[in-house]
């Protein structure tokens, strides 16, 4: 009975762990001549599941910690034009930030509501520029990198 007690007491203890849910994150690249290259930071709860240059998917298991990816943005040329900053991408409090990669300066924001706001393009010099937008797809949004024209 002892022993079949302390076994029941350790799978009860197991089986939430075991039960910890493992949730997607997407962006996409819809700017041609650029590639989304390379994950340069990712903590251990989460993992690279597909990067083709054009979509990358990541999953992470959703527990209390806090979750971090970053990965950069290439020309065709293999130039760093930007660099993405995605903190706590599973949870309602998501931030995904286009940074500047001279100064890491931010340049657009997109949040878990959808909401994303645009601070400026990656190139000044020119009248458009590449952005961070949200577009639903399926049951969820999805974080795209886009060229605007303003």
């Given at each position: 009975m002892k022993k079949s007690l302390v076994g029941m007491l350790g799978l009860s203890l197991i089986a939430?762990?075991?039960?910890?849910?493992?949730t997607?994150?997407?962006?996409?690249?819809?700017?041609?001549?650029?590639?989304?290259?390379?994950?340069?930071?990712?903590?251990?709860?989460?993992a690279v599941?597909?990067?083709d240059g054009k979509t990358l998917k990541i999953t992470c298991d959703a527990n209390i910690l806090p979750?971090?990816?970053q990965f950069t943005i290439?020309?065709?040329k293999g130039n760093n034009i930007g660099?993405?900053?995605?903190?706590n991408p599973i949870y309602g409090s998501a931030v995904v930030e286009l940074r500047d990669p001279k100064n890491e300066?931010?340049?657009?924001?997109?949040?878990?509501?959808?909401?994303?706001?645009?601070?400026g393009a990656i190139d000044s010099k020119h009248s458009s520029g590449n952005y961070l937008v949200?577009?639903?797809?399926?049951?969820?949004?999805?974080?795209l990198i886009k060229n605007i024209e303003k």
């Open positions: 939430p762990a075991a039960a910890i849910a493992e997607s994150f997407t962006i996409k690249n819809d700017v041609n001549g650029t590639k989304i290259s390379t994950v340069s930071e990712i903590t251990r709860d989460c599941k597909s990067n979750n971090n990816i290439e020309d065709n660099f993405i900053n995605a903190s300066g931010v340049l657009s924001t997109c949040y878990a509501s959808g909401k994303c706001v645009i601070g949200t577009h639903t797809e399926g049951d969820g949004n999805i974080i």
